[in-house]
C-alpha cells in the first residue's frame, strides 16, 4: 500500500530535549515537505526536499531542522523544543516538482505537545 | 500575510443540502488551486483541483467554481453527506514553483442527519 508512514504519532516532551519525528514514503517520490497545522492558520511549509541531499527552508523554518539522506526518508529534527512548537504535524510527498504540480500525499500526522 | 483567505471558519448543514465554501487568493502567479479533504486523526488528501484555465471542474457531488477576475475560487458539496463532514482546506500554488502549497485556515463542516 502506498503511505507516507510518520512516528510517532503523539508525543508530549520537554522544553529542550531534542527530539525526532521520523517520516517514510515507499512510493518513490523526490519530494517530500514538513508542514504544521495550527487552528486558524492552517498548514504552513516548515521545509522542503526536491531530492536527496536537496533541503531548503519554507515558510516557518525557525527552530527545525530536517536532512534527506534517503530517498525515501525526511526526519524533522527539534534540537530545543519550545512551547510554541506545540503543533500537529504532518510530512508529504509527491512524484516531482516544478511543473505539473502533483498532488501531495499527507501522512497521518503527528501531534507533539511541548511543556 | 495571509496568501489564501478561506471562508467560513465553520460551516453546519443538513444532509442533502448543498455546502459552499470560498477562497480568495491574491498572487496572481497562482495556477493551480486543490482542495484537500481532511478527517480527524488522518493527514489531508487531494479532493479535487482545477486550473485557471477553466472555469468549473465536476467531480461527483463536488464541484469547484473559479473566478479568475475575482481571484477567487469555491468548493460545492451537493446533496452533503454525514460522511462527508471532515475539515476542508483549499490551497494554491504555481507552477515551478517547488509544489509548495499555501493552504487557507480551513473549514470545519458538520452535515447533520
Known amino acids: 500500500e502506498a503511505q507516507v508512514t510518520q512516528n510517532p504519532r503523539y508525543l508530549i516532551t520537554v522544553t529542550g530535549k531534542k527530539l525526532t519525528v521520523t517520516c517514510s514514503q515507499n512510493?518513490?517520490?523526490?519530494?517530500m515537505s514538513w508542514y504544521r497545522q495550527d487552528p486558524g492558520l492552517g498548514l504552513r511549509q516548515i521545509y522542503y526536499?526536491?531530492?536527496?541531499?536537496?533541503?531548503d527552508k519554507g515558510d516557518v523554518p525557525e527552530g527545525y531542522k530536517v536532512s534527506r539522506k534517503e530517498k525515501r526518508n525526511f526526519p524533522l529534527i527539534l534540537e530545543s523544543p519550545s512551547p510554541n512548537q506545540t503543533s500537529l504535524y504532518f510530512c508529504?510527498?509527491?512524484?516531482?516538482?516544478?511543473?505539473?504540480?502533483?498532488?501531495?500525499?499527507f501522512g497521518d500526522g503527528t501531534r507533539l505537545s511541548i511543556l | 500575510q495571509q496568501q489564501v483567505k478561506q471562508s467560513p471558519q465553520s460551516l453546519i448543514v443538513q444532509k442533502g443540502g448543498i455546502s459552499i465554501i470560498n477562497c480568495a487568493y491574491e498572487?496572481?502567479?497562482?495556477?493551480?488551486f486543490p482542495w484537500y479533504q481532511q478527517f480527524p486523526g488522518k493527514g489531508p488528501a487531494l479532493l479535487i483541483a482545477i486550473r485557471p484555465d477553466v472555469s468549473e471542474k465536476k467531480e461527483g457531488r463536488f464541484t469547484i467554481s473559479f473566478n479568475k477576475s475575482a481571484k477567487q475560487f469555491s468548493l460545492h458539496i451537493m446533496d452533503s453527506q454525514p460522511g462527508d463532514s471532515a475539515t476542508y482546506f483549499c490551497a494554491a500554488s504555481k507552477s515551478g514553483g517547488y509544489n509548495k502549497l499555501i493552504f487557507g485556515a480551513g473549514t470545519r463542516l458538520a452535515v447533520h442527519p
Open positions: 498572487n496572481t502567479a497562482f495556477d493551480y
Open positions: 526536499s526536491m531530492n536527496v541531499e536537496v533541503t
Open positions: 512510493m518513490n517520490h523526490e519530494y
Open positions: 508529504a510527498s509527491s512524484p516531482r516538482t516544478g511543473f505539473g504540480n502533483q498532488p501531495q500525499h
